[in-house]
């Protein structure tokens, strides 16, 4: 399958299945576009036709260019045959029951209340509660014990807030640090904070244990502080800016990143981007919101419009500021093209409810953070394992090749047939599809995809 799109003015082939991508000239970006259904001499007339005004479009010149078009043909890297599909049913059933990496909810309560929460303003739909450490500790125990011959398990502290719960978190660390190395393994803990209670013993122990850190800002003042708000109703951005700024600069170069969320209120989320990059962050995320059509916080259908158009401009303004010695990182638009994700992860995706599960503060086991508060998507607990084997068995089934609407989608080995969570919120069904997030996703990957054209071009330039 082929994908073929103009953006920012470069012309650009990509082959979906070998993950070629080709930066042609207008010409030969015609002419792959009739490759598969005309003959040569067709192609040639046609080109001559609609190219007469240029003297340098010959037929000689046409010949040698179906040439070229064929040898990529060829060589497997143009309209390469889809050979994954067979493969799609039988990659997570090699894995085994091995979990690699565990969502820890430390905490189902949050203080603040931010009106787009999927959460619920950390509760889950549930009841309020931290996790013991007793529950946290048989988690890690629970990871371990089914991580087979894994040597690096990753742990997120999530909530809620789980700086709610921090001498929970500090204890399961230290009893992680304890046992890792006689057990084989090696944690690398993520913590994920609204930054309200961020102080000077937290940064300094994030930055020492911690491989990542996902800080929650959405982006401009205004934006920020018209949703995230505490329950008396204050916006909490002057509160939590200084401590993110404070947390950054004093780790050292390791992994962080700034999560914000855009919503109906700022589809124009560019400038949130930018704003953060002005503050002196330069690894930055901006999610779309996944909510009700019927949420005042929705993107609606001309949101979306506008929001690819967005894409487009946070796309060629990271171009410019990398010329200029001021480059940022924008989680969407990390895309590697030479070596990237492994055939296993682009057909299976993320390992949700297979490889990855969260734990509730009682010791339930779920798919996913997103799944936590639906009864009928537990898997089991962290005493007992996985019981509910059949769940456990319909997300193994869930790939790339799952979901009637990837079929001929040539975005489909980029997003391993998208996020689970959001086809159920969605669609009622884990093999649905959320058709706005498809959308965005293959303008996402279009601009990262043009963004490498135009490194690349760079480089060849000197």
Not at 29 to 53: P, R, T, W
Not at 100 to 124: D, E, I, M, P, R
Not at 289 to 315: N, R
Not at 317 to 324: K, N
């Amino acid at each position: 399958m082929v994908h073929q799109y103009q953006l920012n003015g470069y012309n650009i082939v990509l082959d979906t299945c070998s993950g070629s991508v080709h930066v042609v000239d207008e010409v030969a970006y015609d002419m792959i576009a009739l490759f598969e259904q005309e003959d040569g001499d067709a192609i040639v007339s046609k080109m001559l036709q609609k190219y007469a005004h240029r003297p340098d479009v010959t037929e000689e010149e046409l010949r040698l260019c179906l040439d070229d078009i064929q040898a990529l043909k060829d060589a497997g890297k143009l309209y390469t045959p889809d050979t994954f599909a067979d493969m799609a049913g039988t990659f997570k059933a090699r894995s085994g029951n091995v979990v690699k990496a565990l969502c820890l909810h430390v905490a189902h309560t949050c203080n603040l209340n931010c009106s787009y929460c999927f959460a619920s303003q950390g509760k889950y739909h549930g009841e309020r509660a931290l996790m013991s450490f007793e529950v946290g500790k048989q988690a890690l125990d629970f990871l371990m014990d089914n991580s087979g011959s894994r040597h690096n398990l990753e742990v997120d502290f999530f909530g809620g807030e789980p700086l709610m719960n921090w001498d929970v978190v500090k204890q399961l660390v230290a009893y992680a640090r304890s046992v890792e190395k006689e057990r084989g393994k090696n944690f690398r803990f993520t913590l994920t904070t609204n930054g309200m209670l961020i102080d000077d013993e937290v940064i300094e122990f994030a930055n020492r244990e911690m491989s990542n850190v996902v800080l929650s800002l959405d982006g401009r003042k205004e934006i920020h502080d018209a949703t995230r708000v505490d329950y008396a109703g204050n916006g909490s951005y002057e509160r939590i800016v200084p401590k993110f700024q404070k947390l950054v600069n004093a780790r050292g170069g390791k992994g962080y990143y700034m999560r914000g969320t855009f919503t109906h209120q700022n589809p124009d989320f560019t400038k949130d981007v930018f704003h953060m990059a002005d503050l002196g962050f330069t690894e930055l995320s901006m999610e779309p919101v996944v909510s009700a059509p019927d949420d005042p916080m929705a993107l609606t259908a001309k949101d979306i419009e506008v929001v690819k158009e967005q894409y487009e401009i946070l796309a060629k303004e990271m171009l410019r500021r990398e010329e200029d010695g001021r480059p940022i990182t924008f989680y969407h638009y990390m895309i590697d093209l030479t070596e990237g994700p492994c055939v296993y992860k682009r057909i299976s995706g993320c390992g949700s409810g297979t490889e990855y599960m969260a734990v509730t503060p009682w010791g339930d086991l779920y798919p996913c953070h997103q799944f936590v508060g639906e009864e009928e998507y537990k898997l089991g607990d962290v005493w007992n394992g996985v019981t509910n084997h059949a769940l456990r068995e319909d997300f193994r089934a869930c790939n790339a090749y799952a979901r009637p609407e990837c079929k001929d989608c040539w975005a489909k080995l980029y997003c391993s047939g998208g996020c689970a969570a959001n086809a159920f919120h969605a669609s009622g069904s884990i093999r649905g599809v959320y058709a706005p997030g498809c959308e965005l996703f293959k303008k996402r990957i279009e601009c990262a995809i043009m963004m490498k054209a135009a490194q690349d071009e760079r480089k060849d330039r000197g």
